[in-house]
């Protein structure tokens, strides 16, 4: 591990330690499967629990949705990130839109579907005692509208958890670090440490409801 470690890595640190409580994150049995995308939300998840826990404690999951040019190019950079900090690292390549059509789901449910899916069979594979995600409380306030806009009862309201049992497979532990944390301080947690993450454009398609919400609404 390396890079220095200033107050306000210190306050996400502490952050993210209350957003998991009582999860036993700093355990030497705690092993994590972390799903990274390359942006910087999971860049910077990966980046702080390495820092903090160690590569021995982490395996870094990738999953190839199959939908960009860009893709690729992602996936190398995951792969390349994880050698450089000594992390394992476990990838599949499966075609998203293929997998929407086939099930009559928008590539934003199949995407998810697909992606929770593989983390479940990663961690399961590596005997990870939980699986780590970056949505962070941008995320949430805009999982809450879109309930909201689509009619959920109480439950939906409440919106995402920090810790929770994987849609695909209620066996295993979900976590959600930076449930608390806004997307202004993980972008900040990037700059100081020097972190490039890589840019999805498709984030920026309006098409997408979710994007519609982040956007517009």
């Not at 355990?27 to 910077?44: E, H, N, Q």
């Amino acid at each position: 591990m390396a890079g220095s470690w200033g107050k306000e890595d210190r306050q996400l640190w502490r952050t993210v330690l209350q957003t998991l409580r009582p999860f036993p994150l700093t355990s030497p049995k705690t092993k994590l499967l972390i799903g990274v995308s390359g942006g910087a939300d999971s860049l910077a998840l990966l980046h702080l629990l390495w820092q903090r826990l160690g590569e021995e404690q982490l395996v870094v999951a990738h999953l190839h949705h199959g939908l960009r040019p860009e893709a690729d190019d992602d996936a190398e950079f995951v792969a390349e990130t994880a050698a450089a900090w000594q992390i394992p690292f476990v990838s599949e390549k499966v075609n998203v839109a293929e997998v929407a059509d086939v099930s009559q789901l928008s590539w934003e449910a199949a995407g998810r579907q697909v992606r929770y899916r593989f983390f479940a069979r990663q961690a399961e594979q590596v005997k990870a005692t939980a699986i780590a995600v970056a949505h962070h409380a941008d995320d949430q306030a805009e999982t809450i509208l879109l309930h909201l806009l689509r009619g959920s009862g109480s439950a939906g309201l409440r919106g995402m958890l920090p810790v929770s049992q994987m849609p695909e497979d209620d066996r295993v532990t979900l976590l959600r670090p930076f449930l608390h944390t806004t997307r202004t301080d993980i972008e900040a947690y990037c700059a100081r440490h020097g972190l490039q993450p890589r840019h999805d454009h498709s984030n920026e398609d309006v098409q997408f409801t979710r994007n519609r919400i982040r956007h517009e609404l």
